[in-house]
């Protein structure tokens, strides 16, 4: 087309026209590798034609091409034969990947679904964790619940029944916990298969891992099925079922979400991680524009486009919900997370557009850096063993105060650990590392929360004020003191010890004070009025 063209302008549009053809190839490998992470698309295992990771392979290809289109000096004759070249290259890559794929050797198994990642080892750990789980929740039913369980003792097909609804009599769970060892027996023969034929020493270690804690979980459940099978009493089963097996219950269930959490959203039950990952995914492309390019206002410019086409998408979503609720008057479970991202993450990526008009470059990358950061702790709390904290609200807002007075009595506890164990009692210097360590953590603490704040809109700006003021200020105090290397702990009296910590103790439960003393005070006013 540029051939045909005449005028001063047909380099500028020649690059405006390709920059748009190479960006619809991008979204549709973007799409494409989307959709085989959330298992829409149905592939053969057994084939290995790693469709997934040769996608990924063309979606860097096209980001270079992407980079030298955006590029101040792109709308050149020199520039635009070299991107020329890089897209027959490309072109080439494609063909060559079709005739690698031609000439596998035919499928000789049905074609399955599969999850991105290597989900199936969270197979076996989901089907440990439900057959404990059932068993947990058995023991602790009444007894009439039990008599008309026990008349029902077949698994309906599939799996599908929930904790607690087909429970075996109280004599049979030593059978259960049998079946539980069997499917460890496996795993373990499995690992130790693997072990032997794997070189890589990360994955060597992993696999070691793994294999030492189906090891110890065996060790348990062999303990549990011999104190069982020595006892005949119903209730008394129930009792060694429910006090034996409720930490090993938590435990599975924290490691089935972790290894969830790992292998991409066909891993995960929570349909935010779909939402997450599409956005981690889009930081990363940044990243890797920053990488690849040195003109500082193409880093922005494109970030400054893209984020805000993101944002209009989601907010579309996200108002289609909306709607969705207001007409149907509820929404499912699935939507209601996906609602909540949208809210989470709206202020933040406004807050990295606002980045790329006011600030730097360094200052940018520093944010997207920090937005990996955040939305990768969020993907914790809804695919991992976090817990998503629901802030409590009121019709004005979330009540200020009240969460406050509730954050603070978590920080209390901590510094209470550290009076305790590290501080009052040290026999050694030992004791001083167990203390820095506490004050690291409460550090953790402080920053998590000012960046919840701070995402939630910053709605709780004196919260902000008193961390980084008061709490912080004293901790790095007590931090400084304890991380001074001419400091000889064990010679320091328990006062001097004390002193730092103390100081910071008396600030929380002196603010705790004021804000109980607040929500007192409004409570009465409600009821008078």
């Given at each position: 087309e ?30 494409r ?99 404990i ?43 259960d ?116 390019t ?23 979503e ?6 969705k ?111 820095i360590?506490g ?48 400091l ?42």
């Amino acid at each position: 087309e540029a051939r045909e063209k005449k005028g001063f302008t047909v380099l500028e549009e020649t690059v405006t026209k390709t920059l748009e053809q190479v960006m619809e190839i991008r979204e549709s490998l973007l799409k494409r590798i989307k959709k085989i992470r959330k298992g829409e698309i149905q592939i053969d295992p057994e084939q290995n034609i790693k469709q997934e990771e040769m996608l990924s392979e063309f979606r860097m290809e096209i980001m270079t091409i992407l980079l030298k289109l955006v590029d101040k000096d792109a709308a050149t004759i020199d520039k635009l034969k070299e991107i020329s070249k890089d897209l027959l290259r490309f072109k080439m890559s494609i063909s060559n990947e079709v005739m690698r794929m031609l000439m596998l050797p035919q499928a000789t198994t049905r074609t399955v679904t599969t999850q991105t990642g290597d989900c199936s080892e969270c197979d076996v750990l989901k089907e440990i964790s439900t057959k404990i789980e059932n068993l947990v929740v058995c023991a602790d039913k009444e007894e009439g619940e039990d008599a008309q369980d026990a008349e029902i003792v077949q698994e309906p097909e599939g799996n599908e029944a929930g904790a607690g609804q087909v429970c075996m009599p109280p004599a049979m769970y030593a059978m259960d916990l049998i079946g539980v060892n069997e499917l460890i027996d496996n795993e373990i023969e499995g690992l130790y298969t693997s072990l032997i034929t794997t070189t890589e020493e990360d994955t060597r270690l992993k696999q070691f891992e793994k294999l030492k804690d189906f090891k110890s979980l065996r060790e348990t459940i062999d303990e549990m099925i011999t104190k069982l099978m020595s006892e005949t009493d119903d209730e008394k089963l129930k009792k060694l079922v429910k006090r034996s097996l409720g930490r090993v219950n938590t435990e599975q269930k924290t490691k089935l979400k972790d290894c969830q959490a790992q292998c991409g959203p066909g891993g995960c039950e929570s349909c935010a991680a779909d939402v997450l990952y599409d956005a981690i995914a889009k930081m990363n492309d940044y990243k890797t524009f920053f990488n690849n390019t040195d003109d500082e206002e193409a880093k922005k410019e494109f970030v400054r486009t893209d984020m805000i086409k993101y944002i209009t998408e989601n907010n579309n979503e996200a108002r289609d919900i909306l709607t969705k609720k207001a007409t149907e008057g509820v929404i499912d479970e699935c939507d209601q997370e996906k609602s909540e991202i949208y809210k989470m993450t709206k202020a933040p990526m406004w807050m990295l557009v606002n980045t790329t008009i006011f600030a730097g470059v360094d200052e940018l990358e520093v944010m997207v850096d920090a937005m990996v950061t955040q939305l990768e702790e969020l993907l914790k709390q809804y695919c991992g063993s976090d817990v998503v904290i629901t802030v409590r609200t009121t019709d004005e807002g979330p009540n200020c105060e009240w969460e406050e007075y509730q954050q603070t009595k978590e920080y209390l506890i901590k510094v209470d650990d550290i009076i305790q164990e590290a501080l009052f009692k040290a026999k050694d210097d030992s004791a001083q590392v167990t203390a820095i360590l506490g004050f690291v953590d409460i550090q953790g603490l402080y920053d998590k929360r000012v960046k919840k704040l701070f995402e939630e809109e910053l709605v709780c700006p004196d919260e902000v004020k008193v961390i980084k003021k008061e709490y912080m200020t004293q901790l790095s105090k007590c931090m400084a003191q304890f991380m001074n290397g001419k400091l000889k702990f064990s010679e320091m009296s328990r006062l001097q010890r004390i002193s730092c910590t103390k100081e910071l103790r008396n600030a929380m439960e002196s603010r705790m004070g004021k804000l109980l003393q607040f929500e007192l005070e409004k409570s009465l006013n409600e009821i008078e009025t």
